[in-house]
Nanobody, 122 residues
Framework: VQLAESGGGSVESGGSLRLSCAAS????????MGWFRQAPGKEREGVAI???????TDAAFVKGRFTISQDNAKNTLYLQMNSLKPEDTAMYYC?????????????????WGQGTQVTVSS
């Protein structure tokens, strides 16, 4: 599975961005997908994941602000980010794993994209 993120950029605090992750090849829908982020000097942390049935798990720090979704017909994963804060500044990575995943744990995911940078200024 190859993953390619897009949609990152620079915004002011309170702004919005929509990240996309195109997955290929995509032979079936039994993958869990997720978004993780890593800021300089910090560990990679889970933002949101979604299982093959469409059930999402969000990190506490993004509840009410970020929404993960997927379009299986387009083999694309999305992360809509609203009310962005400077502390959301990080490299955002798309990840995939065969089967069901319910924890925001990077080690549970096998495939990774190259990342897209999100910078939020105050």
């Amino acid at each position: 599975v190859q993953l390619a993120e897009s949609g990152g950029g620079s915004v002011e605090s309170g702004g919005s961005l929509r990240l996309s992750c195109a997955a290929s090849p995509y032979t079936d829908t039994t993958y869990s997908m997720g978004w993780f982020r890593q800021a300089p000097g910090k560990e990679r942390e889970g933002v949101a994941i979604i299982d093959p049935d469409g059930m999402a798990t969000d990190a506490a720090f993004v509840k009410g602000r970020f929404t993960i979704s997927q379009d299986n017909a387009k083999n694309t994963l999305y992360l809509q980010m609203n009310s962005l804060k400077p502390e959301d500044t990080a490299m955002y990575y798309c990840a995939a794993a065969r089967g069901f995943r319910y924890e925001l744990r990077a080690t549970d995911f096998d495939y990774w994209g190259q990342g897209t940078q999100v910078t939020v200024s105050s």
